[in-house]
């Protein structure tokens, strides 16, 4: 069995975006699942919330687990998990409380499979390291442009459970393309694993600000088709296509600033900051209710409030490359931490005081994580933390 580059990164994305896809479904089928359930904006947030305080609890010992038993082992056994869960979302969820605890486990597939990936990534020694993260973290935005197109094409046609069927058969043929496709690489001991170079502060910190960023990505993930359809008067299935328009659109930012990411000599820390703050300007555009501003909003917030993975990631693997599960473990506490809330606050936000104080709230998140983001910057400085003891 022989993996080539390109393969391999082909792979990843399809394992990506079948991890992650049960708990974006939840902000697309948020209208029809909603009231099925017959809960309150607020209590559905917790549907979201659930996918990604799973995912943060878990997300630094699974990435500590990845080191040690490898991670083509833990992928397979992540999509596993993925594929279980969607067939009990389908089959047997008859409350929103088995719905909530059925995303848990998800999330907990998601993270362990985001930081196996890495590492896999990593360890493959590519030539192009920044164009693979770049086509990995285009997995996110894929993921919610299928949940965009469910909304129409499933939800409401067939029901909304159906998705979640699909999202099982997906699961089902990319643990089957790993497990023929991939090459197991070797794992590493325990008495070998290798420790991050970027100081614990320095990851601790970066993992806050990409917190911030991940709180106002999840809450427009989770609130833009509703916002759409309940706040600008879109229909419910122009209202999913919008989600995916934005979606596409910031898969193909990730891929452009892929191809760039190698030969750049900015810090990719720093470029994250900044798109951010542009997308901060696309949240608190979503606070108007007309339809053609909630369209170029849409376009401005995915294009840059979701490019920030792509910088992010690529710095920390960059900087830990024997240690990028580890690593990435930790700073994706924070970025789990920061999905998780959103959808909870924003959806608390909604009911008390309405979009326009959610969006405009958002949009300062994102600005202050953002700021947080570049002064983490320099502990991710290739030749500073090639220079840096590891710690003992």
């Not at 549907?47 to 083509?72: H, K």
């Not at 501003?293 to 917030?301: C, E, F, P, R």
Request: hydrophobic letters at 55%; one cysteine or more; proline letters at 4%.
């Amino acid at each position: 069995m022989e993996t080539s580059g390109s393969q391999l990164i082909r792979v990843a994305m399809f394992a990506t975006i079948m991890t992650v896809l049960p708990g974006f479904l939840v902000g697309a089928l948020s209208v029809q699942a909603r009231a099925d359930f017959g809960v309150s904006k607020a209590t559905y947030g917790w549907g979201l919330g659930s996918f990604f305080l799973a995912a943060t609890l878990g997300s630094a010992v699974l990435g500590t687990t990845a080191q040690r038993v490898g991670p083509r082992r833990q992928v397979i056994a992540a999509l596993v998990v993925s594929l279980t869960t969607s067939i009990a979302v389908a089959a047997l969820a008859s409350s929103f409380l088995m719905f909530a605890l059925a995303l848990a486990v998800a999330g907990l597939a998601n993270s362990a499979n985001q930081s196996a990936i890495n590492l896999l990534l990593s360890q493959a020694k590519l030539p192009r390291l920044g164009l693979a993260i770049a086509l990995k973290q285009s997995g996110m935005p894929a993921a919610s442009l299928l949940g965009g197109l469910a909304v129409p094409a499933i939800a409401v046609t067939v029901g909304w459970r159906w998705a979640y069927v699909l999202c099982a058969v997906g699961a089902a043929c990319a643990a089957a393309l790993v497990a023929s496709r991939v090459e197991p690489i070797g794992s590493v001991t325990k008495a070998k694993s290798p420790q991050p170079l970027t100081p614990r502060a320095g990851l601790v910190q970066a993992s806050a600000g990409f917190g911030c960023m991940a709180y106002a990505a999840g809450a427009l993930n989770a609130w833009l088709v509703s916002s759409a359809h309940d706040h600008s008067g879109i229909s419910e299935g122009r209202a999913g296509l919008l989600l995916s328009l934005g979606a596409a659109f910031g898969v193909g930012i990730r891929l452009f600033f892929g191809t760039r990411l190698d030969t750049s000599t900015a810090s990719p820390l720093r470029a994250a900051a900044v798109l951010s703050s542009l997308g901060g300007v696309g949240l608190a555009l979503l606070s108007f209710s007309s339809p053609i501003t909630t369209l170029i909003s849409t376009v401005l917030a995915f294009g840059c409030g979701w490019i920030w993975p792509v910088f992010t990631n690529f710095g920390v693997v960059r900087a830990n490359r024997e240690a990028a599960a580890a690593a990435s473990g930790v700073t994706q506490t924070g970025v789990y931490l920061g999905v998780f809330l959103g959808p909870l606050l924003s959806g608390w936000l909604i009911e008390s005081f309405g979009y326009n104080a959610m969006w405009l709230l958002t949009a300062g998140v994102m600005v202050v994580g953002a700021a947080i983001t570049a002064g983490a910057a320099p502990a991710f400085d290739v030749r500073q933390t090639r220079a840096a003891p590891s710690p003992g």
